[in-house]
């Protein structure tokens, strides 16, 4: 259920039905019945008032049936999970566990469960995204990733701290030290195009692999909030990203880094910021309590594996030949282009990235989004409508606050300039970061 345009008749035609059964409706469906009526009376129907209206009663029906919780997923989040959900909102909360390939042992007893309750809710541990993904999801009130439950309240994912949450730590603490005007962020295009060793000391690059852009949305607006001797800002950014949400991801990788960005995350008070209210927004915030993680670094642990990370960066190898590197460009843009009909999640990134950019023309600061450079091999196996669609709405984004650049086709960058098929080596981040300032950029 989402704000719509609301109709004159279709409000005289409820208005009816209300007067034929007013009998049977107790007081809070009469506030709901009053606002629908105000709207008539004026002649000027308030979409976002009655939608209001109409949120706040469906929150009370729900609240007075109870919802029926269904989390999917291992057992290692049962802890997190009995912070944050509000026990008076649980009618039933059932959890169903699965084989190591996302297989529930009896799926159809599981559907017919959904189609029974009266309020279904599945909450689900990425992990078991197959799962999921075959649910009739129309049958439930919402379907949310344990991840993003987390990170919207400060819930720490692990009680391991890995190296890289070490190290954003590190990185951060950077700022409030040297009055950082340069500030850089994304995932892993980030991370390895701006190594610290070609930056100026005035420059932080707060990026990790496998970051989502929602992630990146409440890294933003945390620093926009705090740090206000921040002018420049780079958000560099793949050509499948808008496709990508790394938070409904199964696999090892984005699960270890999304465990390392909660635990900094959590410690540093940055949670993902609502410019707009969707319905699971409001019933989020009904019934799931707020809660925020204590998180501790041990000093001389926080050095050492800063320096670990930062070695992972500076070392790497670039691969040995033109054809290992075609073939490892082509592998990885074959498995993006299978993303391309995500069409829910390219429509939800692209409502982040307008929130972003919206948030700078508001800051008066400066954002420079960059597509790094790609291989030729890369960008065929990509494909032209994923390619042509990201440009596309990446331009829609250009204002005199800003600004994009695109490498993505770059003739100067050749397959030696690549740590692999698609990760720039420290040879090609120092020539980008070379064109960068060339083009004006504070690096």
Partial sequence: ???????????????????????????????????????????????????????????????????????????????????????????????????????????????????????????????????????????????????????????????IHHSLSYYMEK??????????????????????????KYLAHETVNLSAPCLCIKQIHAITHHILSYYNEVDNFIFCIGLFDLYHDMLKVNHEIPRMVAESYSTFSTKNNISPYIYEKKLSHYINERFFKGFKDDVLFNEDDLEKEYITQFNNIHDATVVDSEHKHNNAAAERALCYKGLLYRENTRQENQRLLREITENFKQNGKQLTIILPPLTKSYTENLGSEMINNTLLFLNTLVSPNIRLIDFSNHPDFLWNDFRDGEHLSLGGADKMINKLRAEGIIL
Avoid at 173 to 195: C, D, M, Q, V, W
Wanted: glycine share 4%.
């Fill in 1 to 159: 259920m989402e704000s719509t345009p609301l109709h004159a008749e279709g409000l005289q035609s409820f208005a009816d039905f209300i007067k034929e059964n007013q009998e049977k409706f107790d007081e809070r469906s009469v506030e709901l019945i009053n606002a629908t009526c105000r709207s008539l009376e004026n002649g000027n129907i308030q979409d976002s008032q009655l939608y209001s209206e109409a949120v706040e009663y469906l929150l009370y029906l729900i609240s007075t049936t109870g919802i029926n919780f269904y989390y999917i997923g291992r057992e290692k989040y049962i802890n997190q999970l009995n912070k944050i959900i509000d026990d008076k909102s649980i009618a039933s909360f059932v959890h169903i566990t699965a084989d190591n390939v996302g297989h529930v042992r009896n799926f159809p007893a599981l559907t017919t469960a959904l189609n029974l309750s009266t309020v279904p809710y599945i909450i689900y541990d990425p992990d078991y995204i197959r799962v999921v993904n075959a649910l009739d999801h129309t049958l439930c009130l919402n379907i949310e990733s344990i991840y993003d439950l987390m990170l919207d309240r400060n819930i720490v994912m692990t009680d």
């Fill in 171 to 196: 990185v951060y603490s950077k700022l409030k030290e040297r009055g950082s005007k340069t500030f850089i962020t994304g995932n892993s295009y980030a991370h390895f195009g701006f190594p610290e």
